[in-house]
C-alpha cells in the first residue's frame, strides 16, 4: 500500500519549476512570511498529501506522501508547523517535524525552536510540548553550531524529554547542569538518566554533587530534590565511584532517606575492598525492614553478589528458627530476605 502511495505521489507533481525553485529558496533563507508562504497556491500533490498528513487515519501515509514531493512541500509543511493551531491533537504537526527533517529541513525545525508561544490552556500547552520535544529530537546529534546553545535555552526554560534527549546526544559538559537538573522531573528523568550514563565519569562529579545536597535544606527536603537525588545515586552506582571518592558515598550511606542509603551501598560495594565491604552489607540488611517490595529486591540481588562478604552475617541473621509466616517484625522480614538470597545462592532448601 505505501510503495502504491508513492507511486501515485511521484506521478501527481503539478508546480512549475519556477514556483517550487521560489518558495524552497525563501523557506531556505527565511526570508519570506509565513503568511505569504500561506497565500502560495498549492500544487494538488502537495495538497492531498498535506489532507492525508493531517488525518488521524491515514497520517502516517501522508508523511511518505508528502517527502515524495520534495522539498517543494517544505513551505507548505513549514506553514503548518509554525503557524498550525496548538492542540492536545498535536500528531500533524508531529508529522510536519518528521517530514522536514526527512527533508532536510533544519533550518525550520531550528526557525520553529526559537519560536517559543505563551498559551494559558494547559492541554494546548502539552500539545506543543509534545511538539517541541518531536521538533528537538529531529536535530539529534546535528553539526549545525546553533543547535546546541538553542537546545540549552530550551531545557533552562523546561526541560522536555526531546530537549533532553537532544541535548544528551552531543555529550558535552556544558549539558551536564541541564541532564542534572532533569532528574527532578518525572517526564524528564529518565532522558536525564540515560543521558548522564552516555557521559559516564565525566558526570561523576556532578553527580555526587548534586546527590549530597538535598534542597532547601535537609530538614525541608522537597520530593522534587530528593527525586534527583535517588536518581543521581543511582547513576553513581551505574558508573562506579574510584577509591579516592569513596569518602563521598560513605557520607550518602548515612543519608536521612533510605532508597539513598540504599543506593550509596550498593555503589560503595562495587569498588570498596574486600575487607570493607561486610559494612556496606550490614547496612543494606539493616534497611531491609524499611523497603517497599522492589527495592528489597534490588538489595537482595546486590548481597548475592557479594555473597562471600555477606555469608558471616547470614549466618547470624538466621540462626534462629524461620519465624511465623503472620509475624511481620523487622526481624522477620529480614531473615525472609536473607532466606531468600540463600535459597537463589543453593545454600538452603524448603
Given at each position: ?81 509554525l503557524e498550525g493551531e496548538s492542540s492536545g491533537i498535536y500528531h500533524p504537526r508531529c508529522r510536519a517535524v518528521e517530514a522536514l527533517s526527512a527533508l532536510g529541513a533544519h533550518d525550520v525545525l531550528i526557525e520553529f525552536l526559537g519560536s517559543p508561544r505563551e498559551m494559558a ?153 574486600e575487607e570493607e565491604k561486610p559494612e556496606a552489607i550490614q547496612r543494606l540488611v539493616e534497611l531491609l525492614p524499611r523497603l517497599g517490595w522492589l527495592l528489597c529486591e534490588e538489595v537482595e540481588e546486590c548481597i548475592l553478589d557479594h555473597l562471600e562478604s555477606a555469608r558471616a ?38
Amino acid at each position: 500500500m505505501i510503495a502504491r502511495a508513492r507511486a501515485l505521489v511521484i506521478a501527481r507533481r503539478a508546480l512549475t519549476s519556477h514556483e517550487a525553485d521560489w518558495a524552497c529558496d525563501q523557506s531556505a533563507r527565511g526570508g519570506c512570511e509565513v503568511a505569504v508562504i500561506v497565500s502560495l497556491p498549492l500544487a494538488s500533490d502537495i495538497q492531498l498529501a498535506l489532507d492525508r498528513l493531517k488525518s488521524l487515519h491515514d497520517g502516517d501515509i501522508g508523511v511518505l506522501e508528502i517527502v515524495a514531493c520534495g522539498r517543494r512541500a517544505i513551505p507548505a509543511l513549514r506553514a503548518l508547523l509554525l503557524e498550525g493551531e496548538s492542540s492536545g491533537i498535536y500528531h500533524p504537526r508531529c508529522r510536519a517535524v518528521e517530514a522536514l527533517s526527512a527533508l532536510g529541513a533544519h533550518d525550520v525545525l531550528i526557525e520553529f525552536l526559537g519560536s517559543p508561544r505563551e498559551m494559558a490552556d494547559p492541554v494546548n500547552r502539552t500539545g506543543e510540548e509534545v511538539v517541541i520535544s518531536a521538533a528537538a529530537r529531529a536535530l539529534t546529534n546535528s553539526s549545525d553550531e546553533r543547535v546546541f546553545p538553542l537546545l540549552l535555552e530550551l531545557a533552562e526554560r523546561q526541560p522536555l524529554a526531546g530537549v533532553i534527549d537532544a541535548l544528551g546526544s552531543f555529550r558535552r559538559s556544558e549539558a551536564t547542569p541541564s541532564l542534572i537538573k532533569a532528574l527532578s522531573e518525572d517526564y524528564s528523568r529518565r532522558a536525564g538518566e540515560i543521558a548522564l550514563l552516555q557521559m559516564g565519569s565525566r558526570a561523576r562529579a556532578a553527580l555526587l554533587m548534586a546527590a549530597s545536597r538535598p534542597a532547601p535544606s535537609a530538614e525541608w527536603e522537597a520530593q522534587t530534590s530528593l527525586r534527583a537525588r535517588r536518581s543521581a545515586v543511582q547513576l553513581l552506582a551505574r558508573i562506579g565511584v574510584p577509591s579516592r571518592q569513596r569518602s563521598r558515598l560513605r557520607a550518602l550511606m548515612e543519608d536521612a532517606d533510605p532508597e539513598v542509603r540504599v543506593h550509596a551501598c550498593r555503589a560503595y560495594l562495587a569498588s570498596a575492598p574486600e575487607e570493607e565491604k561486610p559494612e556496606a552489607i550490614q547496612r543494606l540488611v539493616e534497611l531491609l525492614p524499611r523497603l517497599g517490595w522492589l527495592l528489597c529486591e534490588e538489595v537482595e540481588e546486590c548481597i548475592l553478589d557479594h555473597l562471600e562478604s555477606a555469608r558471616a552475617i547470614m549466618a547470624e541473621r538466621m540462626r534462629e528458627q524461620s519465624p511465623d509466616p503472620t509475624d511481620q517484625s523487622p526481624e522477620a522480614r529480614i531473615y525472609r530476605s536473607l532466606f531468600r538470597v540463600a535459597q537463589r545462592a543453593g545454600s538452603v532448601s524448603h
